[in-house]
């Protein structure tokens, strides 16, 4: 079985396993599959979990390069250790990584800008994971769960379509997901979001539980607690507790935070029924007109740039919102000449971010005698307390926003803008520097048909693809929620007693797709006329199609999206399982 990918650190290097992958070729294409999977991210990952412990032999195709779960070259390098001091050179800042939050010791894990291009009609921040585990490496592990008037709403308010789904029919599917993947946390008792199944949560400092008790006493139905994170605080599965080391980014070989590598391919690869081929770029998906069925995938090879035909019985797209999309555009046939599953004519409509780079921080006086151990992996966490009914409702915009943040003291590194010279400077900062409250907010943006995706009519990528168009802004309903979130930051902060308080919005350097919290462009909704995918991720026109990534999500919410794409993909597996053995799908 020489054609699975190791998953662990062990045995022959990552170089000598990918060199036995080339030979692979010879051996996907002439089988036919039960499913494929495209994509081995959060959502790629758990397809391939429940595909194969349900019995299906399953392909999973991921365009990035091989990643062994420990092998994270920058996980423990102290800041001296990285090349440039772990800083990105100016070239690649502007050419390569433009995205603020790639730094320098995980730029390994992303696709580079200059060798897989994209074109901006307005700004717009595509980061992509180029490796086996996608952005499940790199993710900010936040999975605070949506709740019903998340849901209701499009319906209610007018803006977007009608989910096809109500929180009921995903609740038990949040649950099945976080006793599998651990989630630490407090119940919360919040309208605008539900309770997670938790591990104990991690500890507020002592400033984070003054700033709850001053704005819980100031600001009634607003309460602050840890972010819900994919973290563990317990041993769960062989995975071990987070122990605070603190770049969870660089890769966590301890497991203790959610990924691709450390928990659904494994499970997945237990089974038996996977394969999984990295440095396979999709092309297209296969339709055959006489089936009205896809009956597989075209896909390059990353590195030889060798064409190949794979076969399957079901297609899961989880590349990517946009990275399904793209493999959905450049899918055409006599059917579907605009792309596959697209009678609507919505493929590529409707794509939304989240904005942020708004808020505000403070210096809180006393505590000097108050510190923390570790670095703790988790932000706090404000959930949305707007238009939640009653007295909150506003006039100006619909929706909501929610805060991360946290509070921590200054280090030595400040000593780099003090006044001060020798060794009295030296002696200040023995001592840590005073505590200051940092508050980022989170909004919902609205779908909007002329946000959204095409492809480019004559230049390609190097594998022969398309490339696609970006054309997305905020509107009228995000520019005015902007106002309240940095305003109610600044009450906040007044109420906790904040001194020096600065107020930001930076929405002049950043863009859509800065928040990587890229949705919609193939959503779900009841009418095939104004929808591409149907209540079980199902697409509307091609029955054996399923996409359950950032693309299907016909609103956006303001909580962190991942969580929910996990839970509709263990449920659209479960529905496209049944759906086959029943004969529904005619495979």
């Known amino acids: 079985m020489s054609h699975f990918l190791k998953l662990a650190k062990h045995g022959p290097s990552a170089r000598l396993q990918s060199k036995r992958f080339m030979k692979t070729f010879s051996i996907i294409k002439n089988e036919e599959y039960d ?172 400033v984070e539980k003054h700033f709850r008790k001053s704005v819980e006493e100031a600001f009634p139905g607003r309460t602050m607690t840890i972010f819900p994170m994919a973290i563990l605080t317990e041993a769960l599965n062989g995975r071990a507790a987070c122990h605070y080391c603190g770049p969870c980014a660089r890769g966590c070989s301890t497991g203790s935070y959610f990924s691709s590598q450390s928990s659904t ?70 059917r579907f000449p605009n792309g596959i599953a697209n009678s609507s004519g919505t493929l590529g409509h409707y794509l939304m971010d989240h904005h942020f780079h708004v808020g505000g921080s403070g210096l809180i006086p006393g505590f000097e005698d108050r510190y923390f151990i570790g670095n703790r992996p988790a932000s706090t966490y404000i959930p949305r307390f707007r238009n939640v009914g009653g007295d909150t409702d506003q006039p100006n915009y619909v929706r909501g926003f929610h805060y991360g943040g946290g509070a921590g003291r200054a280090g030595w590194g400040r000593g780099g803008g003090n006044r001060g010279i020798g060794a009295s400077l030296k002696e200040s900062l023995r001592e840590p520097g005073p505590w200051r409250m940092y508050m980022n907010a989170f909004g919902e943006m609205l779908p909007n048909y002329d946000n959204h995706v095409y492809l480019d009519g004559e230049k390609t ?29 600044g009450e906040m902060l007044e109420a906790a007693g904040a001194e020096e308080i600065y107020l930001f919005d930076r929405l002049e350097s950043t863009a859509p797709g800065d928040a990587i919290h890229e949705m919609g462009t193939a959503r779900m909704g009841r009418d ?60």
């Open 35 to 206: 499913a494929i999977v495209v994509g081995s991210g959060v959502a790629g990952g758990w397809a391939a979990k429940e595909l194969t412990e349900k019995g299906l032999k399953t392909l999973v195709l991921e365009r990035g390069r091989e990643q062994l779960h420990g092998d994270y070259p920058t996980e423990h390098k102290h800041i001296w250790e990285l090349e440039h001091r772990g800083r990105k050179t100016p070239e690649e800042t502007k050419t390569d990584y433009p995205n603020g939050a790639i730094s320098g010791p995980i730029k390994h894990f992303f696709a580079k800008d200059s060798e897989q291009p994209y074109v901006e009609d307005k700004p717009f921040f595509w980061v992509r994971g180029d490796v086996v585990g996608g952005r499940s490496l790199t993710w900010g592990r936040g999975v605070p769960r949506w709740s019903p008037m998340d849901f209701e709403a499009p319906l209610k308010d007018g803006h977007g379509i009608d989910w096809p789904i109500r929180y009921e029919d995903i609740e038990p599917w949040y649950e099945y997901v976080e006793r599998f993947i651990g989630v630490n946390g407090e119940p919360m008792n919040s309208p605008a979001i539900r309770d997670n199944i938790f591990q104990k949560p991690m500890e507020m400092n002592a």
């Open 265 to 334: 391919l494994p499970a997945a690869q237990a089974t038996g029924n996977l394969t999984l081929r990295p440095d396979s770029v999709v092309h297209s998906i296969l339709y055959d007109e006489e089936k009205d069925r896809a009956v597989g995938v075209r896909v390059v090879d990353r590195v030889t740039k060798e064409e190949m035909e794979v076969k399957g019985k079901l297609i899961f797209l989880c590349a990517s919102a946009l990275g399904s999309t793209q493999i959905m555009l450049n899918s055409k046939s006599n």
């Open 461 to 489: 990528d190097q594998w022969g693809i398309p490339l696609l168009h970006m054309s997305c802004e905020l509107g009228e309903n995000e520019l005015e929620m902007r106002k309240d979130m940095r305003a109610s930051a």
């Open 528 to 587: 095939p006329k104004d929808s591409v995918l149907n209540g079980n991720n199902q697409a509307h026109d091609v029955p054996n199609l399923f996409v359950t990534d950032g693309a299907c999500m016909t609103s956006s919410a303001c909580q962190n999206p991942s969580i929910t794409y996990m839970a509709l993909t263990a449920r659209a597996c479960d529905f496209a399982v049944k759906a086959m053995q029943r004969g529904d799908l005619r495979v």
